[in-house]
């Protein structure tokens, strides 16, 4: 699966629809959870289930997805004000939705 950058100077990921989806319901279960967090918070809450085995780096990973989630509209991303920029991060239900429906049926088209 191809991710979306929407910095388009940047060339483009490729991902196992496997581990796009087990990352993107980490991602998106996460936020369901616990409503508005940093990045940092995504990354120590899902960093610290030592269940999760994917090929690769597991940080590098959810950044990647996270940044195809902010191109796709499904999370929303604002940059804290002052010298830290923090970056605060969101769901967008209704395009979450959208988006889990479609995910199913490419899965079910996969079948």
């Excluded at 590098?60 to 004000?81: N, S, T, Y």
Aim: aromatic letters at 6%.
């Amino acid at each position: 699966m191809e991710l979306i950058n929407k910095n388009s100077r940047r060339s483009s990921v490729r991902l196992s629809r496997d581990t796009y989806e087990l990352i993107f319901n980490l991602i998106t279960s996460t936020l369901q959870e616990k409503g508005e967090i940093t990045v940092n918070q995504l990354l120590d809450y899902t960093l610290q289930d030592n269940a999760i085995k994917v090929k690769g780096d597991l940080g590098w990973l959810l950044l990647q997805v996270k940044q195809d989630l902010e191109a796709r509209g499904i999370i929303k991303v604002k940059l804290g004000i002052g010298t830290q920029r923090i970056q605060k991060i969101k769901l967008v239900k209704w395009k979450f939705k959208a988006a889990l429906s479609e995910l199913k049926a490419m899965k079910l088209s996969a079948n």
